[in-house]
């Protein structure tokens, strides 16, 4: 099994000024990452994902991620942040076997990002 | 809107009843997710059918069961409902395998008061 961690419960920060929230994964196997948005009252939005290659990925609105194997991260950015960016993140990890049809999600906490003007 | 359709949106509803969530997948979707969203426990996966066949289970209780139908829908059903149970309920569905990614519904909010 999958297990993700995000390490900040909330993150505050004003607008304009760069962001990054942290994600780490456990995993005996390879691992496909996804980070997905969160706005009130609303579903999960998917920001970006990693499957393979290169290990950064650029995702909608302008977000990052970098995936690092080594350290087990998978870190989401953005250089400069908007008061629309206020939402809650989600960190996922799943199993890349390939050719699953399981492949459940297994999430992190999540983290509330606040921005301030 | 995602394509994924979940209904009602709201439910409110006594303890001690039983409820259905309803899901309807993006076109084209086989498999279908469901998870369970509350502040104490985060996002908890629920179960998972592929094409009508259950596949997989997590922290579902006994009191909850799901089926998906021939038209792919998919319906999750409450019963003996407690306060605890109250929560966010999302259903996802993924076209083949993980890569194509999951899209997820806007959620049933159930309150059991």
């Known amino acids: 099994a999958q297990s993700v961690t995000q390490l900040d419960s909330q993150v505050p920060v004003f607008e304009e000024a760069p962001v990054e929230l942290r994600c780490n994964y456990s995993?005996?196997?390879?691992?496909?990452l996804f980070w997905y948005v969160q706005y009130p009252n609303q579903g999960l939005q998917l920001l970006l994902k990693y499957l393979s290659g290169s290990t950064l990925v650029k995702g909608i609105n302008g977000f990052e991620a970098e995936f690092n194997k080594s350290q087990t991260s998978f870190h989401l950015r953005k250089p400069s942040v908007h008061i629309s960016d206020t939402a809650e993140y989600f960190c996922?990890?799943?199993?890349?076997?390939?050719?699953?049809?399981?492949?459940?999600?297994?999430f992190g906490r999540g983290t509330q990002l606040t921005v301030w003007p | 809107d995602s394509g994924v359709t979940q209904t009602p949106k709201h439910l409110i509803t006594a303890t001690g009843q039983r409820v259905t969530l309803r899901c309807s997948p993006r076109?084209?979707?086989?498999?279908v997710y469901w998870y369970q969203q509350s502040l104490d426990q985060g996002l908890q996966f629920l179960i998972q059918y592929y094409n009508g066949e259950e596949r997989a289970k997590g922290n579902i209780l006994e009191r909850f069961s799901a089926q998906q139908f021939p038209d792919l829908h998919s319906e999750l059903n409450l019963s003996s409902l407690e306060l605890g149970d109250s929560a966010l309920y999302f259903c996802a569905s993924r076209r083949g395998t993980e890569k194509h990614g999951y899209t997820f519904g806007s959620g049933t909010r159930l309150t059991v008061v």
């Open positions: 996922a990890v799943t199993s890349a076997d390939r050719g699953s049809t399981l492949g459940r999600l297994y």
């Open positions: 076109s084209g979707d086989l498999s």
């Open positions: 995993s005996s196997v390879s691992v496909y």
